[in-house]
């Protein structure tokens, strides 16, 4: 059960002018599931992408990349169910393929494709599947899909991620929608697993890669549920223009600052999404370390916390054992810390003041935040004026079990 | 159940002659169980000691630290059950009053007591309890107490974990016995959760400090359980000089370095048991990496593998998904990889070859290795000379199920 997400409905979801999306089921995991998505960028449009930061990136990445610096994006091709990571050279082969048979069935250039895959690791891609299915997408290829394909690109995630946003701009309404999956595997080195936003927004090229840089900086490469980079992770943001608002050539413009604020929004919004539905997820933790020299130290403190089994099984067990805090947070590797600064709360409970236990603090206080299914870990490390926040969620069975049983 | 440890005997243990041990019971969690241990030092022995590094130390680490700066130690105080870490000036207080108790107890300066503690981390320690139980236990001071003091200072841990071993130096028989306890907030970055090793060779003070730094660097500091670096780490090695064998003075002597051996061979001994017994371990991974440029960047990789949570739970379900193990490697951070020249084997079997998917692997290999108890995972990264090992276990239900349970 995700954290407080709803699902997005079907009306909820606006269509983006100039963006078409096709689905078809290729059976990749499970037959009749609907696993492959295939969406269509209108001419003249911009498209900035990151990619994961793991070195065994998968081959739909490293081809996708290429494709990138060769010529620009007409179609994304994503498929769930396989990642086509750790493949090797036949599995760029397979990537290779899957963008020739889209070229095909929709008469374009197959360094216009940008693949996509996410699923089980080490397998080879089913690429007679693919190639079968993929004419299919491409004839109900449809401004109206982003709902099924939200569902499409789905692994173990409980829950589509998606939402919609507008605003008015030259006094032309701009949409922004975007859809993320993820559940597992979730420590986005540049961009989570598979995220894809579009705006029918004009948006020079440059000022879009900034806009999407930015906004990735402060969503999804702020989550984390395992700590374990995906070979595969993607985040794409379209923009095609077709809202006839003016070009936008500076992101310091004030109609920029707009509509960057809804994309860095939405892009925040489906980061939480995915640690909502993090694996096992029965908690939602904002963990926002304050008063650092600088960001990268209050990231090193946040994660710590984050990533500790014994913090998250805590966390668990609704167990205000605030000891495990203490010691991430001693374990840091922050270089001379004077921990008599040091503070901590959970929501506004100080637990540590001036490094010692806060003589206010009862056992009681602690027990009620931490029967919240919200609940934020708040460490002020009294050295500087930096900041920075990290989200995640909580350890429980659940993990063990999703995981234990993946592939079986 | 641990992974492939049996529980020492009490005639397996040998006293060391110039040490004796006190027990008793101070009722600090469990009332009843024994969870106070007093070693008594003979004069003129030498005594090493490394401790955690986490910043937030627990108070009778700091005062150990500083008791052994003013003069050589007489008597080790030990308990379970209560970590006096996260207790601020109070605990500091707390600590002193146990080695005051001592020193009235015994007859000897408070200053000649390093006291330690294990067990919840943020409670006050019992000062009272500890205070009345002293006397007790310095009452009963005796050679033939190990195995006593091996299980009073246990936690979670579901076995005592001691061990002796004798060899023969200048026609004298040598005895070396050590004991240890450790299960969860484990990864030592020093020494692990308390390990407490005595001989009864003479060993002049310096090549006693330096034997136990080689010895935890190649044990203590090459384990983790959850990552979580504990608060109250602390490793002692004393040597009484009774055996009688001539002052060892150099390091470099061929009765110094067989000396040495038996010491690190008890202390990797002691940290391999302490991952046999990790919170719900079932299997035994040790993780070597080699052909690394230096010995750090192994090390990086081994921990990123040994900490992934997606690594732990396919090892717990046997299931040879090494798509995790990649990712691993892919995300551990190591600077301009060449992944064309990587090579990973599951025990024997090559799972991938030149950064791609071995050609001659099959499921059913990988099958067999992870249907074992013990398990190496072997990655070979193709950059240069240097290797590392780090010992670790997998990650169960029943971790989540000790560690979520564990105040209540």
Redesign the interface.
């Known amino acids: 059960m995700p954290v407080n997400l709803s699902a997005p409905t079907s009306t909820s979801l606006l269509p983006i002018a100039g963006i078409e999306i096709g689905i078809a089921s290729a059976g990749i995991k499970t037959v009749g599931k609907q696993d492959l998505v295939l969406i269509k960028i209108a001419e003249a449009s911009a498209t900035a992408a990151v990619y994961t930061?793991?070195?065994?990136?998968a081959a739909p990445v490293t081809l996708a990349k290429q494709h990138q610096q060769q010529t620009s994006a007409q179609y994304l091709l994503i498929n769930s169910g396989n990642?086509n990571?750790?493949?090797?050279?036949r599995g760029m082969q397979a990537a290779q393929a899957c963008c020739q048979a889209v070229a095909e069935a929709t008469n374009s250039e197959a360094n216009t494709v940008l693949p996509f895959s996410t699923g089980?690791?080490?397998?080879q891609l089913p690429v007679d599947k693919m190639v079968q299915a993929i004419p299919q997408a491409a004839q109900n290829l449809s401004s109206d899909n982003w709902f099924d394909a939200a569902h499409a690109i789905m692994t173990t995630d409980t829950i589509a991620k998606a939402i919609s946003k507008q605003i008015e701009l030259d006094g032309k309404t701009v949409t922004v929608t975007g859809m993320a999956k993820g559940s597992?595997?979730i420590?986005p080195?540049m961009a989570t697993m598979l995220s894809y936003i579009a705006t029918d927004a004009a948006i020079d090229q440059s000022v879009l890669d900034m806009m999407l840089q930015q906004a990735v900086e402060q969503s999804f490469n702020r989550i984390t549920v395992?700590?374990?980079?995906?070979?595969n992770d993607a985040c794409v943001l379209m923009a095609t223009g077709h809202a006839g608002n003016q070009l936008i050539i500076d992101i310091n413009d004030a109609s920029a600052q707009q509509l960057y604020t809804l994309i860095a929004q939405i892009s925040q919004q489906l980061a939480h999404a995915i640690v909502r539905d993090g694996e096992g997820a029965t908690k939602f933790i904002a963990i926002e370390v304050e008063q650092g020299l600088d960001s990268e130290e209050c990231r090193k403190v946040a994660y710590t916390i984050a990533?500790?089994?014994?913090v998250k099984?805590?966390l668990?067990?609704s167990?205000p054992?605030?000891?495990?805090i203490?010691?991430?947070?001693?374990?840091s590797g922050?270089s001379e810390?004077d921990?008599s600064k040091v503070a901590i709360y959970l929501d506004d409970v100080c637990i540590?003041k001036n490094?010692?236990?806060a003589i206010t603090y009862t056992e009681e206080q602690g027990q009620q935040v931490m029967d919240q299914e919200e609940i934020t870990i708040r460490v002020e490390l009294g050295r500087g004026q930096a900041q920075d926040t990290v989200w995640t969620c909580d350890?429980?069975?659940d993990?063990?079990?999703i995981?234990?049983?993946?592939?079986?």
Chains 1, 2 share one sequence.
């Open positions: 930061k793991n070195a065994f990136c990642a990571a750790g493949t090797g050279e089980v690791i080490g397998q597992g595997m420590r080195d395992d700590g374990d980079t995906s070979t990533h500790s089994p014994l099984t805590a668990f067990a167990d054992n605030w000891g495990r203490l010691a991430a947070v001693g374990r922050i810390f921990l540590v490094g010692e236990p350890f429980s069975y993990y063990v079990k995981n234990a049983e993946y592939r079986t």
